[in-house]
């Protein structure tokens, strides 16, 4: 093969994909152009070939482990304080009559949530390091950065929110991709809107809360029209009202998980807040019969505002490639 | 282009354009991507039992600053080679350890499967001329081929400028000429708290009859189950902050109140880079008013880390290591950086190795490079104790007091640097703020202890210290509808330091009526935090004021520099 050809196979490489691997050049010297093109064209090309839990059973397993984690603590806080009581000796020696629960021996690694991390980045780095030339993979990478969230403020739907909201749209219509990445559970949570509210509306009314602009202003000025982007503070502040009601039920509330011995029960009543009868036009959009789980629920509270424009609207978006819109697009990568 | 926002057309377009295949390459890998492209060249398994598992692989990516799906802020990572090319010398340590654990190879035909014609002519020399020890020479074979490979290409997707840091410290090694002169020695550390503190809730103005009506519950008073530290009959501090209050009480304290930027728009990125440009407006900016600042002054030695001052050598190189420069310190002047060690440096003599490859190529890498030796012999002066390990666990409070107290400790060091900057993460509290008890409370305690030890640290030079700890702007005057605030305008700056004229809250007040709010909701700007900060150029630095007006602030000769902070 002539040196052009090997030289625009690297210029592949290390321009669109993730660099060359031992024989990658001499691969696709041939037709560099044409190997990329095929890369985008894959079958499952942006999904990933192993099987992770969705965001809804990782968060839901990682409220469960911190609860577990709680109760545990707070008994043996228990069992010191009566050893210290009752004079006995050490507390050791307490916490032994005292009943406990009975835990499985520790297993051994890091703990659930560092687990599930780490799985979920293996599986990445996997998809990265093993890729013929990773063209799509770089894609993935670019968007889940360009709609980054942060295991910083949840650990536990990291890794899924980029399998389910970017991975699934990352050949896809931008529309598509947009409105997965701001409506999925992990980015509500990111950026604040899971409790932000209409301060007139029903729910605001009776808890005193009102509206968070975090969302809709990173909306307009990260993820889509740029900052400087003609849109004004009043903008921001009617796009939050707009987007008041996307929340999610929240299975790491610690209040809630806390009762560990019937944690489905708690992730009920904690959904009732947002599916409240009295609610006018409640939308469920996630719905899975192996609840607990996570729920995105849509409804129009805010009197200022009568309806979301038809683009923000999940319900209302062409359905070109899912005629089952139930199915929400960001499940689509349990593949 | 008409795909009806068509993502994989918009790809096949990048493809099929003739500019994407252009032979420049001109942009440096994320660390991320670096280290993607070391192991794919190399074959190397992540499994568990390898060497570089997913773990270490992890470990390796948050040393080099961009810990994987932990962003500091919601701009996500930066894709600019400024904000990236510090770290550069630190890749360098982790491919001479990756290279450590490989199976010895031949360099030559690694050299060739990464990166074929493409390689320089300089590169394939360096590697040719290597000894054929398979054993010692693989380390800097391996290192030199995984850096030239993996540094420098273009990534097809470009993003937005972005610019932050996470606690590395970022220093001047010169001491300032005029300063010098008059028998004084300033130490001036500047720290940037980066998404927006809320000063009403840092610095309280309990006196104001609207106050409590404001904020409700969430009102910081002077009674109440967490009362807060009376500063003088109209502000009181944070009860987060005892620290501080000591220092205010001992005239080594100023609050500045209800001070801004000339930024008024609300946006976190734009408001970062106008409050560490030092422009009036936002702009693109190559550099920070810190540097300009520093590159004004006349040296009066640069400070050598070896234990004198040597000849004056202005316009030395820059020298950095460190994840994401910050702006405030980038631009002509020499600066120094620092963030701990973690990796078992590379050898001297693939460094060399290294340098011979890029003072040909690329003059910008090599001095980062050449100065990464310079490096080492500071830090190792700085502190002895510092030892190499994992990467701590995130706890802010520890975090925050060993950023700052290290960069106490080398601005104390006779031989250290004089003037720095570091910027701290955290700040921007949307929800369930915690005021009195909760989150910023816990965050503002630990920025007291960060300070607290900043004093400790600096021992005797205390006295010839000024802190300044800046922001980019404020935030809502009310509570927001989730218990936080949302992005705002005027705000506190707060300073501390042996060399201030303390004990005072500077604030011509605006008031809290509705009528006197900024657009209805922010406390209005009444000082120009330009005035604050060209006033401690100036008297404590010795900065001319010309240049403090048309250089480092440009357009700023009508904001006087605040007379009187220095005492």
Known sequence: LNSRGKEAAALALHRFGFGASRDSIAAIAADPRGALLSDLDRPGAGFLAVKLPSSAAAARAVSDFRAEEQAKSKLAQRAKKEAEATGMASANDAAASTPTMSTPPKPSGPPLPQQIFENEAAARYDAAVGADIGFVERLVWFWSNHFCISADKDVAMVGAYEREAIRAHVLGRFADLLIAVESHPAMLYYLDNVRSMGADSIAGINGDKGINENLAREILELHTLGV?????????????????????????????????????????????????????KAVSIRAVPSSPTWRIIRRRRNTSHKSSPATLSPTNRRRRSSPNWQEPSWTATEI | ????????????????????????????????EWLVSMLRLTSASLNAGAPWNIGRVLAVQATLGESL???????????????????????????????????????????????????????????????????????????????????????????????????????????????????????????????????????????????????????????????????NDFFALNPAMPNLHRLFKANQAIVVHACATPYRERSHFDGQDLLESGLAKPAPSDSGWLNRALASLASAGRVDPH?????????????????????????????????????????????????????????????????????????????????????????????????????????????????????????????????????????????????????????????????????????????????????????????????????????????????????????????????????????????????????????????????????
């Open chain 1, 228 to 280: 400087r982007g003609g849109y004004s503070q009043a903008d921001v502040t009617s796009f939050a009202k707009v987007l008041t009601g996307w929340t999610s039920t929240d299975a790491a509330d610690p209040r809630m998980a806390a009762s560990f011995s019937s944690t489905s029960a708690c992730t009920s009543r904690v959904s009732r807040p947002c599916s409240a009868g009295s609610m006018p």
């Open chain 2, 1 to 32: 282009m008409d795909s009806d926002g068509n993502l994989k057309a918009v790809a096949k377009a990048l493809v099929t354009a003739d500019e994407a295949w252009t032979p420049a390459r001109t942009k440096l890998k994320r660390p991320s």
């Open chain 2, 69 to 231: 799906w932990r962003p500091p802020a919601p701009n996500g990572w930066p894709d600019t080679e400024a904000a990236w090319i510090d770290g550069v010398p630190h890749r360098l340590d982790i491919a001479n350890e990756f290279a450590g654990h490989l199976p010895s190879s031949d360099p030559a035909a690694l050299l060739e499967s990464g990166l074929g014609p493409i390689a320089s002519h300089n590169t394939r020399d360096t590697i040719a001329r290597g000894e054929p020890h398979p054993g010692s020479c693989a380390s800097c074979h391996g290192a030199g081929i995984s850096a030239e490979i993996t540094m420098r290409f273009v990534h097809a997707p470009t993003r937005r400028e972005m610019l932050l840091a996470s606690g590395t410290l970022f220093a001047w090694a010169h001491l300032p000429r005029l300063a010098y002169a008059e028998g004084r020695d300033p130490r001036f550390l500047t720290i940037i708290l980066r998404g927006a503190l809320d000063g009403l809730a840092t610095v309280a103005p309990v006196g104001d009859p609207d106050w409590a009506a404001l904020r409700g519950d969430n009102a910081l008073t002077l009674e109440g189950k967490t009362p807060a530290l009376k500063l």
């Open chain 2, 307 to 567: 234990g004198s001052v040597t000849a004056n050598v202005k316009g030395g190189k820059a020298f950095a290591v460190g994840p994401v420069t910050p702006l405030v310190v980038r631009g002509p002047a020499p600066v120094l950086s620092w963030s701990p060690q973690r990796i078992q440096p590379a050898s001297a003599d693939t460094v060399q190795r290294l340098l011979d490859v890029y003072r040909h190529t690329d003059v910008k890498l090599a001095g980062a490079i050449d100065e990464s030796i310079k490096l080492a012999a500071i830090e190792h002066s700085g502190d002895k104790a510092q030892k190499p390990g994992g990467p701590r666990p995130a706890q802010v409070r520890g975090y925050f007091a060993e950023a700052a107290g290290t960069a106490a400790k080398f601005l104390a060091q006779p031989d250290g640097p004089r003037v720095g900057a570091l910027a701290l993460d955290g700040w921007d509290t949307h929800n369930n703020e915690g005021i009195a008890q909760g989150r910023l409370s816990q965050l503002l305690g630990s920025l007291d202890g960060a300070l607290g030890a900043i004093e400790t640290n600096m021992g005797p030079a205390w006295r010839e210290t000024v802190v300044i700890l800046v922001t980019e702007f404020g935030r809502t005057a009310r509570i927001n509808g989730t218990d936080g605030t949302d992005h705002g305008t005027a705000t506190v700056a707060l300073l501390a330091g042996g060399a201030l004229k303390g004990g005072r809250v500077i604030a011509d007040w605006p008031g809290l009526k509705t009528a006197n709010l900024y657009e209805n909701r922010d406390l209005k700007p009444t000082t120009d935090l330009r005035a604050v900060l060209k006033g401690l150029l100036k008297d404590h630095l010795r900065a001319d004021e010309r240049v403090l007006a048309d250089n480092v602030f440009p357009g700023s000769a009508t904001v006087k520099p605040m007379a009187g902070l220095i005492g």
